[in-house]
């Protein structure tokens, strides 16, 4: 089986571009996590889909990060217009309902100049 | 104070070393999970606990929901297993809450 699929694995950009990470759960999976990774923080959960409706947002940092799920196998995380303290890993995680383990993609690892 | 505490924060260890990464949490939990990164590396799970014991070739996880304690030990370490180890409770609800992480290095 096909673990969750992120895309692109490494993105570097200019401030002041937009962003887009990807992100395709496990299949049969119906709740999405959007993750940032920093030092200084650690693993900060974004935001929460399940049955692809966003039920909590509120670690969304601000208006300029947006996220999407527009269909059970896939979801967008948008940045716009980037910042480098955005530069971060960013993880997607996908679990079934009413099971506890969340299981990880690869990250995508953001370079914001 | 966090509601997830791992110890040690650091480990260095000899190859062939018996390790051991302790996870202490102060919250109810219905399940608490062991990730793994490797440096640069993505987030792997290990294990997934609510009660006794489990074990995966070198790796064995406890679990005692009384005390509100879990450790994670590795058998015969080996310079592969240097990661950081994360542990993670899930209280029932979708939200995981982080331990801090312990990162570990076994030397060869």
């Known amino acids: 089986d096909a673990g969750v699929i992120q895309s692109p694995r490494h993105e570097v950009t200019e401030m002041g571009q937009e962003v887009t990470l990807r992100c395709k759960p496990i299949?049969?999976?119906?709740?999405l996590f959007w993750y940032r990774q920093t030092m200084m923080r650690g693993l900060e959960l974004l935001i929460y889909f399940n049955n692809n409706v966003p039920i909590d947002d509120s670690g969304m940092p601000e208006d300029r990060f947006s996220a999407k799920m527009p269909n059970a196998s896939f979801s967008t995380l948008k940045i716009q217009p980037s910042e480098p303290r955005d530069s971060a890993v960013y993880f997607c995680?996908?679990?079934?309902?009413?099971?506890?383990?969340?299981?990880f993609g690869p990250g995508t690892r953001l370079l914001v100049l | 104070k966090n509601e997830v505490e791992q110890s040690p924060q650091n480990l260095t260890a000899q190859e062939g070393e018996f390790i051991t990464i302790n996870c202490s949490y102060s919250?109810?939990?219905?399940?608490l999970h062991w990730l793994q990164q490797h440096p640069g590396g993505g987030i792997v799970s290990l294990f997934m606990?609510?009660?006794g014991k489990k074990k995966h070739g070198r790796l064995i996880a406890t679990i005692n929901i009384q005390e509100k304690h879990s450790s994670l030990h590795i058998t015969a370490s080996h310079p592969r297993d240097s990661a950081v180890y994360i542990c993670a409770v899930f209280s029932g609800t979708y939200k995981y809450i982080f331990g801090t992480g312990t990162r570990l290095k076994v030397l060869a």
């Open positions: 919250v109810g939990i219905s399940a």
């Open positions: 995680a996908s679990r079934q309902q009413g099971a506890g383990a969340q299981y």
């Open positions: 299949s049969g999976h119906n709740s």
């Open positions: 606990l609510s009660s």
